[in-house]
């Protein structure tokens, strides 16, 4: 009796349920935000922050990057450690998918394991589910400054 290996299937429900999440969230993060060149910035702590750019606008969708920036021994660290994830925001189907993690283009719905860059088989569940905890943190303890008009 050899061990039967079972192929990763992703289950469609799960993620789309993750992805309408996200985008609520997104949605109470941005508030009014949503032109072309706007950004959010959420700090966590003295060492954490998270910033929110809108990249493109369109009629049905929008593109943004959320990037988070620390400060380690005083200083920023360089753009190449900096996590940064792009995330098209689909408002016909209220839903935010990840579409680029750290320059990774394109997540696959499935990747076959082990392969040359060490994807996960659910790699885009993960990462999905990373932005989820962005967020999170981000409307939980996030801290924006807001301008006072005269």
């Known amino acids: 009796m050899g061990k039967q290996s079972t192929q990763y299937r992703p289950n469609l429900s799960n993620l789309m349920n993750l992805c309408e999440v996200n985008y609520m969230m997104l949605l109470r993060l941005l508030a009014d935000k949503e032109s072309a060149g706007e950004k959010r910035c959420f700090f966590i702590s003295d060492f954490l922050s998270y910033s ?24 920023h660290l360089a753009d190449i450690f900096r996590p940064k994830m792009v995330i098209r925001l689909y408002h ?12 990774v283009r394109q997540i696959k719905p499935r990747y076959d394991y082990p392969n040359k860059v060490m994807h996960l088989p659910d790699e885009k569940q993960q990462v999905n589910t990373f932005l989820k905890e962005w967020l999170q943190l981000s409307l939980q303890l996030g801290q924006t400054r807001l301008e006072i008009v005269k």
Do not use: F
């Open 52 to 75: 929110i750019s809108v990249d493109e606008v369109t009629r049905y969708t929008s593109l943004i990057t959320m990037t988070q920036d620390a400060i380690v021994n005083g200083m």
């Open 92 to 103: 016909d189907a209220k839903v935010a998918e990840v579409v680029s993690n750290q320059d």
